[in-house]
């Protein structure tokens, strides 16, 4: 039993996942779950308490038991002991000064994360402020390459997103040469596909890769169907360079997602074998605090934390990318555009330490108490924290899964106002096609007709 007493009253925490729990900003999912602070001085309670609790202490209580889930496995079979001894008995309150010292470099904090489990990086980030999320995020700057290297300092990428909502061939190519003209699509062409089938994903791989060696466009192709039909696809011959799949923080949601270690485990070997990048690092994942709540496979635990567990197993992989959606189910687990930028800075923060090249979708649903303005505030300040990549979405409504994101437009403006640019390989091609000079666009932005 933990308690605090403030102004007093004494508040009382049964387990290390109770302080978790309370500790965390609100969340409409966590208050759906019934595990979330009933006050802001219960939140002030935990988060007091948490900053007390040692590293040792929460390694030695996992959120969900080691012999009980499969994501906790990962976890902690992937941990570098040596580097965790080093730091058992620091507390939270000084992991987290730690993180935010100027003292600090780069490097260390990515020799420190190899000692973390999920659980205490979570719990880090409960206890930081957004500009304290934002300026830790700063100082971490993991890189990856499948056939473009995302990640290095200077750069903003964007996954092409030309859905359609009956995977029409010419609208998509339409949506992907769009796209193309505003330099989008250097960190991905990836469509989410209407018909889940092998026959369907295996034309729109074909269509993209075809598009893509015609033009000679260093970036990669995914559809984004379950895991299984992309490795069905690429077994029968269609051309996939980055293979996709949904992620969460509990086995049992996991399987829900009909997703494990062992299905992981083949895509990996399939797409070193037989996938047609460059790599090393060929998957990508997407995930996004509230899937586990929504599933009813949370086990008691709150969303940030298990959104942490979740790049925890994501990181076994080494993917190319990561993809944070947390706005996308609705307000029964993100209520509101407060609630959105704030998730959006937990899991940048979550997600780089963890030592993932990280993406951001600051995405709302139009039945959540959220706008464009809340989605261009967490684009801003995501960006400024050194998020890696974000969509690019025809007029940021993708019509196929009926959803807020950010467009072309917002992409281009996102990279002039912080002075980015796109990747390396893709600049050069932008420059050869006359769509960008000096990192600028050019007038040719958005003239389809250059593909003609």
């Known amino acids: 039993m933990f308690t605090c007493t403030l102004k007093n009253e004494t508040y009382q925490f049964r387990s290390i996942s109770d302080v978790l729990a309370k500790a965390g ?22 988060k007091v308490v948490l900053s007390e609790i040692t590293l040792k202490e929460i390694y030695e209580n996992p959120v969900i038991a080691y012999e009980k889930d499969e994501v906790t496995r990962i976890i902690y079979d992937d941990l570098n002991l040596f580097i965790y001894k080093d730091i058992a008995n620091w507390s939270v309150g000084e992991l987290r000064n730690y993180i ?11 020799r420190i994360s190899r000692g973390l489990t999920s659980e205490m990086i979570s719990a880090a980030a409960k206890l930081m402020s957004s500009i304290d999320l934002v300026m830790a995020s700063q100082k971490i700057r993991p890189t990856a390459h499948c056939n473009t290297t995302i990640g290095e300092s200077g750069r903003l990428a964007f996954r092409c997103q030309p859905n359609h909502p009956i995977d029409n061939p010419e609208g998509i190519l339409a949506s992907m040469k769009e796209g193309l003209s505003y330099g989008s699509g250097d960190a991905v062409i990836g469509v989410n596909p209407n018909n889940d089938s092998i026959e369907s994903v295996s034309r729109i791989l074909h269509m993209t890769h075809d598009f893509i060696q015609k033009w000679d466009i260093p970036t990669q192709n995914c559809v984004l169907a379950h895991i299984t039909t992309q490795m069905h696809a690429l077994k029968k011959g269609a051309p996939i360079a980055l293979m996709f799949q949904s992620l969460a923080g509990t086995q049992a949601a996991n ?9 992981l485990d083949e895509a990996f070997q399939l ?9 090393p ?3 990508y994942f997407e995930t996004g605090q509230g899937s586990e709540v929504s599933l009813d496979a949370h086990l008691g635990i709150d969303m940030q934390t298990l959104e942490a567990r979740t790049y925890g197993y994501a990181r076994h992989w080494k993917p190319f990318m990561v993809n944070n959606v947390s706005g996308f189910i609705g307000p029964e687990t993100i209520y509101d555009g407060k609630q959105v930028i704030r998730a959006d800075l937990e899991d940048l923060f979550m997600g780089k330490m ?14 959540m108490q959220a706008d464009q303005n809340d989605q261009e505030i967490a684009g801003m300040l995501t960006a400024l924290a050194g998020a890696n990549f974000y969509m690019g979405v025809p ?3 993708d019509v196929m899964l009926s959803y ?3 467009s072309y437009h917002d992409d281009a403006s996102l990279r002039e106002m912080l002075g980015l640019r796109p990747l390396r390989e893709f600049e050069i091609w932008l420059e050869k096609m006359g769509i960008m000079e000096n990192g600028k666009l050019t007038e040719r932005a958005g003239d389809l007709s250059i593909f003609k």
């Open 354 to 367: 963890h030592g993932l090249p990280m993406g951001i979708a600051p995405t709302y649903t139009n039945h």
């Open 255 to 263: 399987d829900d997602f009909g997703v494990s270690k062992e299905i």
């Open 25 to 46: 900003e609100e969340k409409s999912g966590d208050k759906m779950a019934g595990i979330a602070a009933r006050s802001s001085l219960e939140r002030m309670a935990a």
């Open 281 to 283: 690092n060929q998957l």
């Open 395 to 397: 007029g940021g409504d």
């Open 271 to 279: 797409m070193a074998t037989q996938g047609t990048s460059t790599g």
């Open 100 to 110: 935010l010292s100027h003292h600090t470099s780069t490097s260390d904090l990515f």
């Open 404 to 406: 807020q994101d950010t």
